[in-house]
């Protein structure tokens, strides 16, 4: 078992940044992918950044502005978010993918929430 904490949410201008952070722990052998996902309101949970081997990926509305980060050393998957945008507003949620004796697993943190003002 792995479990997720996230951490780093809040309220923020437009225009500013935030800095969200997932600790692991349990586990956390093997995983080989993490992401952040994101829910607002009355759609559907997208995939926002997701890192595998060193190896980053972003949805178009976040590119230039979002930045996925990991360190080992601490266990910890980071978001760095700037120019944030009030369309940035959701429920924040980390996971993580892990292969073990064959199976593939993914987890998820409870989610921490954003919300940008105008």
């Known amino acids: 078992q792995v479990q997720l904490v996230e951490s780093g949410g809040g309220l923020v201008q437009a225009g500013g940044s935030l800095r969200l952070s997932c600790a692991a722990s349990g586990s956390i052998f093997s995983i080989n992918a993490m992401g952040w996902y994101r829910q607002a309101p009355g759609k559907q949970r997208e995939l926002v950044a997701s890192?595998?081997?060193?190896?980053?990926s972003y949805v178009d509305s976040v590119k230039g502005r979002f930045t996925i980060s990991r360190d080992n050393t601490k266990n910890t998957l980071y978001l760095q978010m700037n120019s944030l945008k009030p369309e940035d507003t959701a429920a924040y949620y980390c996971?993580?993918?892990?292969?073990?004796?064959?199976?593939?697993?993914?987890?998820w943190g409870q989610g921490t929430q954003v919300t940008v003002s105008s």
């Open positions: 996971n993580a993918h892990q292969v073990r004796q064959g199976y593939a697993y993914a987890y």
């Open positions: 890192i595998s081997g060193g190896i980053t």
